[in-house]
């Protein structure tokens, strides 16, 4: 039976919380275990059924376990394997981040996270980028597709594939992108791989063989802070960055007005982290900038789904088809899955068949296949529906409670479009010393100075909160934590 002392500051629900999870994460709790009722729960503990209730929706946003209506929740399969149960009776916090080389727990080493991060382990409500929850995620769809193709499809699995990928799947991502994003191309125009960076390492490649033809050595601009993932693919390309300044208006083109850069990478639907989306005069100053200096546009068009009280916007590659390399992606539907897609300029694809006509596709079979039935049988703009009226539902649950509660003591940025937002503390206090407090609390918030290039100017009061992995009625709690963290001595 777990316990609840309520003399440690720890809240109530948090201490009930750690115990289920610690004996899900043990092998205490077996998978298909039917849990108590919250009413049981607060009968048998003496708590509220709130807080009963709260320890479940936290277990239940991490998947831990399953809900069935009207029955119950019951403990979901997670699979975590011999090595880590074997060792899980002796860890005070029952979680591991064992590799079978058994390194054991890692619940009081330090060393395990990076600067900045707080172990996952120890938060209850993260607000890390890129999280979804997994209720919002059509998974039941998904698992008869795979089982359909698998059907269906048995004899073609194993057959070597084009690198471009199916051509079902690219042309429903055409007639996608053309009808919602007003993008220009054909379905030969598009490869399908394996995420953005993928994307973005096949566009350096060419840029590196136009350079060499054209006998010049010039670089790419790049947004200035900017995402820093993709900053690591041009730097391992050896090309040299030339940073873009932003102002209201997102990247300022003036900025690059005597660099030699042979192309601009951009995130204008949602500028990574700031959020700015780029209105359309800059968009054609853009354009015009690629056609004057015979150069290119890498159009990162992440969160293009999301907007939130702002018209959504065609993308730049409408503007110039000739001079844009089109970068999308399907993170709303999993990210586990990990497929993006890219629309080469026609001018491009000589090139490009050149060097990866041999190549073996990024992504399997099996997955493009039950993606392109997901979209061509209506799926995939139904879970957009859901999504983006999920998610600004929680974006200004996220915004109405952090004002509320801090009033102006804080400024909130960046959530015109996407899945985070911005908060600048206006007291004296540091970065790295919001996320250590928020962390303590059991709350993950995240750096931003880690996208500058250059640190001298970089933000140092500014933390990114992702609001996609978090559930509507913990948005309170988690900020009513945040504000005795960060506010109260």
Known sequence: MWKIDEKIATPLYVQLYTQIKADI??????????????????????????????????????GLISSQPRIGYYVENLDIGTCQQSHASACKCGVYDCTCDCKGCTCNNSNNSEAGSAPEQNIIYDFQYGKLLNYELPCNVWHRLIGRCLREYREDIDWKKNFFGEFGLRTEIQKYISTYRDVNCSAEQIVITTGTQFCLDIVCRLLKFLNKDRGMRRGIAMEEPGYDQSRVILENNDLRIYPMELDQHGAAVKSIAGAEAIAAYVTPSHQFPTGIVMPLSRRQELSEWANGKNAFIIEDDYNCHFQHGVRPLPAIQSLCPDRVFYIGG?????????????????TMLGLLHKLY??????????????LEMFMREGYWESHLRKMRKNQKIK?????????????DSIHISGFQAGLHLLVHARWNIKEDELISRAYQAGVGVYPVSKYWANPQKREDKTVLLN???????????????????????
């Open 25 to 62: 994460l043990n092998g205490t709790l077996k998978a298909g275990t039917k849990l108590r009722s919250s009413r049981a729960i607060s009968t048998e503990m003496c708590i509220s059924r709130n807080t009963a209730n709260l320890a479940y929706d936290s277990l239940f946003a991490e």
């Open 330 to 346: 399907f993170s709303e539907l999993f990210p586990c899955i990990n497929v993006s897609y890219m629309v080469v300029p026609q």
């Open 357 to 370: 006509d041999n190549y073996a596709p990024f992504t399997s079979f099996l997955t493009q296949k039950s």
């Open 395 to 407: 974006c200004e649950a996220l915004i109405s409670a952090l004002k509320n509660k801090f009033g």
């Open 467 to 489: 609001y996609g992995g978090i559930s509507p009625q913990d948005i309170p709690v988690a900020v009513d934590l945040l504000y005795n963290a960060w506010c109260k001595k």
